[in-house]
């Protein structure tokens, strides 16, 4: 059972260049969530999306887009690469379909992004 | 704007030794509260949980945590540290709601001397 997987696990981009980074569950979760991880600051929420078919920005969305393809697959897609989005990137799922304080959340090994 | 403190950046014990990650979270109602660990290179694992009942859980590899309200803590603990405990820890807060999603501190890398 792979539980959450993420690709690529390293990626480098020059400035402008584009990506997606792609997200795959198969605990069959419904909601699923990007974070970017930064030296000192801890986890901080890009996106998530509570159903198949729904997206909702979280703390840090400016240059992001994602698609939540189907109930497995969620994407997140930089269209123009800057370095201040040089960070590791974290896909998460949930078994919540709505927003809860329960939810217990199951990561991936993570995306190692170097924007130059 | 709700927050969580991990007042310690990093912390260096001798194996053997016992260890405590302090967290403290800012005001709220029902808090959610879990202990995330990480090792180099992996993605983040579940050390415990509390939602609520008893204030002292127990999660995997030894650890337990406490919380208390009054002290908007909810700190970690293992009584004695072996070498392979050496990560980052993260404590994460969600109280529910609209949005009902974690808020992370920002980690304490645990050093182990052998």
């Known amino acids: 059972n792979a539980g959450v997987t993420q690709t690529p696990k390293f990626q480098v981009l020059k400035t402008g260049q584009s990506m997606t980074l792609q997200c795959a569950q198969d605990m069959n979760h419904n909601s699923m969530y990007w974070y970017r991880q930064d030296p000192g600051m801890g986890l901080r929420l890009i996106y998530y999306s509570a159903s198949e078919g729904t997206t909702d920005k979280g703390e840090v969305p400016n240059g992001y887009n994602v698609s939540r393809l189907n109930k497995r697959e969620f994407s997140l897609r930089l269209e123009s690469a800057a370095p201040s989005q040089t960070s590791v990137y974290f896909c998460?799922?949930?078994?919540?379909?709505?927003?809860?304080?329960?939810?217990?959340?199951?990561f991936g090994a993570g995306s190692r992004l170097t924007v130059l | 704007a709700q927050s969580v403190t991990q007042p310690d950046i990093h912390i260096t014990v001798s194996e053997g030794a016992s260890l405590e990650l302090r967290c403290n979270y800012s005001y709220g109602a029902t808090p959610y509260l879990f202990w995330y660990v990480q090792s180099p290179g992996q993605g983040l694992q579940l050390l415990l949980k509390?939602?609520?009942?008893?204030?002292l859980v127990q999660g995997i590899k030894g650890f337990e945590a406490e919380f208390k309200r009054s002290q908007s803590s909810f700190n970690l603990r293992k009584p004695s540290v072996h070498w392979s405990d050496a990560a980052e820890y993260f404590c994460a807060v969600n109280y529910g709601g609209s949005q009902g999603n974690l808020i992370f501190g920002k980690g304490t890398k645990l050093s182990v001397k052998p």
């Open positions: 998460a799922s949930s078994e919540s379909r709505r927003p809860s304080g329960a939810n217990v959340l199951t």
């Open positions: 509390y939602f609520s009942g008893d204030t």
